[in-house]
């Protein structure tokens, strides 16, 4: 089930979820052995480029994408943790919501993958990723999805 918020269609389920991510647990296990590399947006590419000031971290394959390492793992990979975390791309922050188009139509959806493992949280999954949502919908987006998803928690 879906409901409409911004022009967006959004998995009603998300807006129930207060999770987030178990790192302890997964040890960072989406950003390992993948291979394709995480899909990038130009103001990821922007952002990057200027704070390691280099190009050659990403490439092209249906779309620009970070650079693996021959194993599959990210190549910003530093053991489990992310050695850009600040400055990482919103696909990551987002993940395991995923942003797909179709039709000329957007969906954000709930897609974890088979080695996530979440723990409880008193705070929404879209506050957890509320950088990565506000940058590409606008500053209002997550705090009126929380409106909406304390409205529904009510009924
Ligand atoms: S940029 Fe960081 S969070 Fe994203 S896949 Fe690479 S290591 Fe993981
Ligand atoms: S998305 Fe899944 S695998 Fe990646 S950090 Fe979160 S729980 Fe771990």
Do not use: W
Request: overall charge positive.
């Amino acid at each position: 089930m879906f409901l409409i918020y911004k022009n967006t269609y959004i998995q009603k389920k998300i807006l129930s979820l207060k999770i987030e991510c178990d790192y302890n647990k997964c040890k960072g296990a989406c950003c390992k052995g993948e291979g394709l590399g995480t899909p990038l947006n130009l103001k990821d590419i922007e952002r990057i480029s200027e704070a390691t000031s280099k190009d050659s971290f990403y490439h092209y394959f249906r779309g620009p994408r970070l650079v693996c390492e021959k194993n599959g793992d990210c190549s910003f990979l530093n053991g489990d943790l992310c050695s850009i975390n600040d400055i990482k791309p919103d696909f990551c922050i987002l993940f395991p919501l995923q942003i797909e188009r179709k039709n000329g139509l957007e969906y954000i959806l709930f897609n974890p993958y088979e080695k996530c493992k979440f723990k409880d949280s008193d705070k929404f999954l879209i506050e957890h990723v509320s950088k990565a949502l506000n940058r590409l919908y606008g500053n209002d987006f997550v705090p009126g999805l929380i409106k909406l998803a304390g409205s529904l928690e009510n009924v």
